[in-house]
C-alpha cells in the first residue's frame, strides 16, 4: 500500500483517530483498554455489547446494543467508527470474531486490533506449536479488506503467576514452584493496566504522517504489523526471587523441582489428548518458556514501548499486587475451567 500523508486528504479530514468501538468492556483486558482510552480524553469511545448482557458501561462511554444474530445490528454500531477493538472472552463462540470483523467491513471501519493477545505473531515456530494459532485470524482480516494491529504483549504477569502450577508453575497454597528446564529463561511479560496504556498510547497518536518528511510516530505506521510491548522481562527464577523479597522467604521455604520445557510440553498435550483442560495452560506455557528465545521478542524484534509513551514496570511492585489477589482467594474458574485459556 502506498504511504498516504495527512497533507493529501479530503478537506474536513482530521489527522486522528477519534470514533473508537470496543468489544468485552467488561472483560479483563477489555476494561483497562477502555479506561486508558477515556483517561486521554481525546476519544469518543462506543462499546458494543449484547442486548441481553449485564455489563456495566461507564457513563462516559456510549453503549450501542448489539445482536450477534442479526448482522445488520452489529453494522449499524460500527457505522462510523474508526477503529475497532476486540477482546473476548474464552467462552465467546468460536465465530463471534467473525461475525464481527465481517460486520467491521461492511461498515467500513478502517482498523481492527483482533482478539489476539499474547506471543509473537510473525514467529512461525511458535505460532505453529503453541496452542493459539492466530494466523488464520490475521488472513481472515486481511480477506475482508479491513488493517490490523496486533497488541503483542508476551502473557499477562498478574494473571499467569497468580493462577497455579499449570501456569506459570507456582502452587502458592503448598509453596512448591516447578521450574522449566533450570527456570532461568527469561520472556517478555505485561500487565493489564500496561496493555490498557499501550493502546490508549497507540490511538493517541496521528493517524499519518503530515508529509513525506515526517517521521514521528503514527497509527499507519503499523497497519498490518504486531504493536511489540511490554512490562518487563522476568525468568521464572526471578519471579520467585521477588516473591522472596517481598515476603522474606527464601529457597529453603519452597519446594522447588525442574522438568524440561519440552517434556513439559509433551505432557501438556498428552493430557488435552485425554480430556484434562489443564493441559492447554501447560503445554502453551511451556512451549513459550522453550530456551531458544521464543518467549523473549523484545531481543529479536525490539519493543515500541517508548513510541507509544509506556515505561518499564517494576516486577515486585506487580508481584506484590498478585500475592494480593492469591491471598483474596481469586479465581476466575470458579464456574469451572474452560476449554482454552486468555492469556
Not at 470496543?22 to 449484547?50: C, D, F, Q, Y
Not at 477482546?87 to 463471534?96: I, K, Q
Not at 521478542?297 to 498478585?322: A, P, Y
Amino acid at each position: 500500500m502506498a504511504q498516504k500523508y495527512a497533507k493529501d486528504q479530503p478537506a474536513g479530514f482530521t489527522n486522528f483517530i477519534e470514533r473508537i468501538a470496543i468489544v468485552g468492556i467488561g472483560g479483563r483486558i477489555g476494561s483497562h483498554i477502555a479506561e486508558e482510552l477515556v483517561k486521554t480524553g481525546k476519544h469518543k469511545v462506543t462499546a458494543l455489547v449484547r442486548g441481553e448482557s449485564n455489563a456495566t458501561v461507564p457513563k462516559s462511554i456510549h453503549a450501542a446494543a448489539i445482536n450477534y444474530e442479526d448482522e445488520t445490528s452489529i453494522v449499524s454500531a460500527l457505522r462510523g467508527q474508526q477503529f475497532l477493538i476486540i477482546t473476548l472472552a474464552v467462552t465467546a463462540p468460536p465465530d463471534t470474531q467473525s461475525k464481527l470483523l465481517k460486520a467491521a467491513a461492511q461498515a467500513g471501519v478502517p482498523y481492527v486490533m483482533p482478539n489476539v493477545y499474547g506471543g509473537d505473531i510473525l514467529n512461525n515456530s511458535l505460532q505453529a506449536e503453541a496452542m493459539y494459532d492466530s494466523r488464520p485470524k490475521i488472513a481472515e482480516i486481511e480477506s475482508l479488506g479491513l488493517s490490523w494491529v496486533v497488541l503483542v504483549c508476551g502473557f499477562w504477569y498478574e494473571w499467569s503467576l497468580a493462577l497455579g502450577p499449570f501456569w506459570f508453575g507456582f502452587d502458592f497454597a503448598n509453596k512448591k514452584v516447578t521450574f522449566f528446564d533450570d527456570g532461568k529463561t527469561p520472556i517478555n511479560v505485561s500487565t493489564w493496566p500496561q496493555c490498557g496504556r499501550a493502546v490508549a498510547g497507540l490511538l493517541s497518536l496521528k493517524e499519518l504522517p503530515e508529509d513525506e518528511n515526517d517521521k514521528s510516530p503514527t497509527v499507519s505506521g503499523w497497519r498490518n504489523k504486531p504493536l511489540y510491548i511490554t512490562s518487563f522481562k522476568a525468568s521464572q527464577r526471578d519471579m520467585l526471587d521477588s516473591i522472596h523479597r517481598l515476603t522474606g522467604s527464601s529457597d529453603k521455604d519452597w519446594e522447588i523441582e525442574y522438568e524440561p520445557s519440552l517434556d513439559r510440553y509433551e505432557h501438556g498435550k498428552a493430557e488435552m489428548q485425554k480430556g484434562l483442560r489443564t493441559g492447554f495452560a501447560k503445554a502453551m506455557y511451556a512451549r513459550v518458556f522453550y530456551p531458544n528465545g521464543d518467549g523473549d521478542f523484545e531481543s529479536s524484534r525490539g519493543l515500541d514501548n517508548e513510541l507509544v509513551g509506556l515505561q518499564k514496570e517494576e516486577i515486585d511492585k506487580i508481584t506484590r499486587g498478585t500475592l494480593d489477589m492469591v491471598e483474596s482467594g481469586w479465581n476466575p474458574f470458579a464456574q469451572g475451567f474452560p476449554q482454552t485459556t486468555r492469556r
